[in-house]
């Protein structure tokens, strides 16, 4: 732990609320019920956006539940202390959120009929989104400039490890019916309708106004102002002097950091690596 990560199988992750006997029994343990729903991203990716969508699509728009219970409550992260112990002991259907790589999400996914959405992004979204995250937590090693966190990012030392890996590993999942993958900039662009492809995806019908609610509800802004999903309750454990973790939540921040230099370098090795996929996955280029 003296780089500033937790080390698993060769995969980074947070110092703080997370550890190696947690991640082991999430692998190897946690059996997933057919009646769950699984959230899975890599780090910056939409994760707490897509978690509430779901909570209101649940409570059909009404947003008695998203004022009352923490996110990190209502769609616990499966991989952290807090999370693991929460989730053993909810009865029910369960939200759960995830950032692991395929390698190490419970065996039990590849014989259950829980639905799972995977949340994918622009990777140099990700990136910007990622450096000012870091630096205003206290979870890992913070980056010094955009420029190392690219470094890193591309090298694949980061929190959760390689994000091509990431991609690759869940993108096997994409043939299966209990598997939905979506972007972060489909939900952005197009809202409403990825809202409803989400709501077909789990066999939920809204009504028109149901819909309209939930997409005002989920809205960046409504988000930011609820004190139950903008993270504004962790205290100085957590977070450096209370600094906002809801920055921005938009597409092509990028381009206010990336150097052109750097884009291409980012793209060359982007192609490099994700050549075997379908260009359709990566709507943003």
């Given amino acids: 732990m003296s780089d500033g990560y937790l080390w698993f199988e060769g995969i980074a992750f947070p110092v703080v609320g997370y550890n190696t006997e947690i991640l082991r029994k999430t692998r190897d343990e946690f059996v997933l019920r057919d009646e769950d729903v699984v959230t899975v991203t890599f780090p910056k990716s939409g994760t707490h956006w897509l978690a509430e969508i779901l909570c209101l699509i649940r409570s059909k728009g009404d947003t008695k539940w998203i004022q009352s219970e923490p996110i990190w409550d209502r769609s616990p992260w499966l991989e952290n202390e807090h999370g693991f112990t929460l989730l053993n002991k909810k009865e029910g259907p369960r939200f759960l959120n995830?950032?692991?790589?395929?390698?190490?999400?419970?065996?039990?996914?590849?014989?259950?009929?829980?639905?799972?959405?995977?949340?994918?992004?622009?990777?140099?979204?990700?990136?910007?989104?990622?450096?000012?995250?870091?630096?205003s937590v206290h979870f890992a090693k913070k980056p010094k400039s955009i420029e190392q966190y690219l470094e890193w990012f591309m090298e694949g030392n980061?929190?959760?490890?390689?994000?091509?890996?990431?991609?690759?590993?869940?993108?096997?999942?994409?043939?299966?019916?209990?598997?939905?993958m979506l972007s972060y900039e489909e939900l952005k662009w197009d809202t409403e309708?990825?809202?409803?492809?989400?709501?077909?995806?789990?066999?939920?019908?809204?009504?028109?106004?149901?819909?309209?609610?939930?997409?005002?509800?989920?809205?960046?802004?409504?988000?930011?102002?609820?004190?139950?999903?903008?993270?504004?309750?962790?205290?100085?454990?957590?977070?450096?002097?209370?600094?906002?973790?809801?920055?921005?939540?938009?597409?092509?921040?990028?381009?206010?950091?990336?150097?052109?230099?750097?884009?291409?370098?980012?793209?060359?090795?982007?192609?490099?690596?994700?050549?075997?996929?379908p260009k359709e996955l990566f709507p943003w280029e």
């Fill in 98 to 135: 995830s950032h692991l790589p395929i390698h190490l999400f419970p065996k039990s996914i590849f014989s259950s009929k829980a639905k799972v959405i995977y949340l994918i992004r622009n990777p140099k979204d990700i990136i910007v989104s990622a450096y000012f995250f870091w630096n």
């Fill in 158 to 180: 980061v929190v959760y490890g390689s994000w091509f890996d990431h991609v690759h590993g869940w993108v096997s999942m994409k043939e299966r019916g209990n598997f939905l």
């Fill in 193 to 277: 309708r990825t809202i409803e492809k989400i709501c077909q995806f789990l066999g939920k019908k809204m009504e028109p106004e149901e819909l309209n609610l939930i997409v005002k509800n989920s809205s960046f802004q409504v988000m930011k102002e609820n004190k139950m999903s903008n993270f504004s309750m962790l205290d100085d454990t957590y977070v450096v002097h209370k600094a906002p973790l809801m920055r921005k939540g938009k597409t092509g921040d990028w381009k206010n950091y990336f150097t052109v230099a750097q884009a291409e370098a980012f793209d060359k090795l982007f192609w490099e690596k994700m050549a075997d996929l």
